[in-house]
């Protein structure tokens, strides 16, 4: 039975043009023609699926994207209004998902740590890395990103090195007069006994739709410790598609942060493996939707091996007729004694057009575990409000405090202060006030 939306016909005659304009080994040629017929095979999602049951992509479907072959332009002064604070250390900007060297900066980076672009460095074990995580079976948009294979960003860490500066690493999307399609890679291989920290952020701009469809890959190591964060800021005609696949080590300690504060359809996908004993996993995230916008944040922690810890927080707060997803699984595999898992999703609804779907989900195995997941959505505590216009509080100015407070409880656990501030600030100028 087929399961999806036909692509769009001219997707073959890109994915031929971009494959003579962009040459690659040929181990990784034949992975982006094996991505490009699994994609032809898949079609876009549909509803038909259960995992895209919520999700309706029909509007990605639709739209005649188009891939830049190009050099990448954009000003400096345009690039301002999309950064985030400037967090000291290295910074790669691609524009379309192709690197921009004039834009970039790769200074301050101590011995040991590179991070340089993609189409720079897909040779030897960064080409035996790529697509090893981000399998293409089953993952429409992972198979259209790795068919368009050709450029992104590559972080290495060596054994025992510490990052002292985070790395940015900023993708816009600049659409032209066609819709752009932006399939931002990267690569992140962090050593045994290696620290570092990386910023995703996501942003776009300009009056035609467009589809930034990221792909991300981690390797911790033993003992290794890699703090990662992905703030999209889309704009409202854009969508954002994003997967994130890492893979740890014994001992080694992984933390996420997803803060979607744009777009008009947003879809993050986190799958986390703990593949050592001993090993730690954080996934937090932070969604505010407004007007019709759809967030879709699905998440996966795989405990495979016994002593691992995991920590699971997201939030979102829903305005006008705004909906979001959260389908969270945690699976205890058979061998994975004495795990400690904890999963917790909660969302505010600040309108009565605002919709929420949770789904939290235990897979559990083993017979020596600490699991517990939890669901709770709702609306503005009225006794809080109440409290608080007995303070002399006007109604805007308490219901503005208690739907900060509900954020600001998340973003207590982003360790950047620059982010967090900036972050802080955004939500400030952005959050809705029920009425």
């Known amino acids: 039975?087929?399961?999806?939306?036909?692509?769009?016909?001219?997707?073959?005659?890109q994915?031929?043009?971009?494959?003579?304009?962009?040459?690659?080994?040929?181990?990784l040629a034949?992975?982006?023609r094996?991505?490009?017929?699994?994609?032809?095979?898949?079609?876009?999602?549909?509803?038909?699926?259960?995992?895209?049951?919520?999700?309706?992509?029909?509007?990605i479907a639709e739209v005649p994207f188009v891939v830049p072959e190009g050099d990448p332009s954009l000003s400096r002064e345009s690039l301002e209004e999309l950064h985030l604070p400037r967090l000291g250390g290295a910074e790669?900007?691609?524009?379309?998902?192709?690197?921009?060297?004039?834009?970039?900066?790769?200074?301050?980076?101590?011995?040991?740590v590179r991070v340089v672009g993609l189409a720079e460095a897909i040779t030897g074990e960064v080409a035996g890395r790529v697509g090893q995580l981000a399998s293409v079976g089953g993952q429409a948009f992972t198979a259209l990103n790795t068919a368009f294979l050709g450029d992104g960003a590559v972080v290495e860490v060596d054994d025992g090195v510490?990052?002292?500066?985070p790395?940015?690493?900023?993708?816009?999307?600049?659409?032209?007069?066609?819709?752009?399609?932006?399939?931002?890679?990267?690569?992140?291989?962090?050593?045994?006994n290696s620290q570092v920290r990386i910023v995703e952020s996501h942003a776009g701009g300009g009056e035609t739709?467009?589809?930034?469809?990221?792909?991300?890959?981690?390797w911790a190591a033993d003992n290794a410790v890699v703090d990662h964060y992905s703030v999209v800021r889309e704009a409202d005609n854009g969508f954002h598609v994003g997967q994130l696949v890492a893979q740890l080590g014994r001992a080694s300690n992984f933390s996420s942060h997803a803060i979607t504060l744009g777009g008009a359809i947003v879809r993050n996908e986190a799958r986390v493996v703990l593949g050592g004993e001993g090993g730690e996993c954080t996934l937090n995230g932070l969604y505010l939707g407004t007007g019709r916008q759809l967030v879709d944040n699905q998440t996966t922690i795989d405990h495979a091996m016994p002593h691992c810890d995991s920590h699971e927080l997201y939030k979102g707060i829903l305005d006008g007729r705004s909906r979001a997803v959260f389908n969270g699984k945690i699976v205890v595999r058979l061998d994975a004694q004495k795990t400690d898992a904890k999963q917790s999703n909660k969302a505010l609804l600040l309108s009565e057009d605002a919709q929420v779907t949770t789904k939290p989900q235990l897979e559990i195995f083993a017979d020596d575990v600490k699991c517990t997941h939890g669901a709770t959505v709702g609306q503005l505590d009225e006794d809080a409000l109440f409290y608080l216009r007995s303070r002399a509080l006007s109604e805007e100015q308490a219901r503005q405090l208690l739907i900060h407070a509900f954020a600001a409880d998340l973003l207590g656990h982003i360790k950047l202060d620059a982010i967090r501030e900036q972050l802080d600030a955004l939500l400030l100028e952005r959050l809705p006030v029920a009425g």
Request: aromatic share 10%.
């Open 1 to 13: 039975m087929s399961q999806a939306v036909t692509a769009a016909p001219d997707y073959a005659g």
């Open 15 to 27: 994915f031929a043009a971009w494959s003579r304009a962009v040459p690659l080994p040929a181990s």
């Open 30 to 32: 034949d992975l982006r």
């Open 34 to 59: 094996d991505a490009f017929n699994t994609f032809e095979q898949l079609g876009f999602p549909t509803t038909r699926l259960e995992e895209w049951r919520f999700t309706n992509v029909a509007l």
């Open 92 to 112: 790669l900007v691609f524009v379309n998902g192709r690197l921009a060297p004039g834009l970039s900066s790769t200074t301050g980076l101590p011995d040991g």
């Open 162 to 165: 510490v990052a002292e500066t």
């Open 167 to 192: 790395i940015h690493l900023l993708f816009v999307t600049s659409p032209g007069a066609a819709p752009v399609l932006s399939q931002p890679r990267v690569v992140v291989s962090a050593g045994a």
């Open 209 to 218: 739709e467009y589809l930034s469809n990221a792909v991300t890959e981690v």
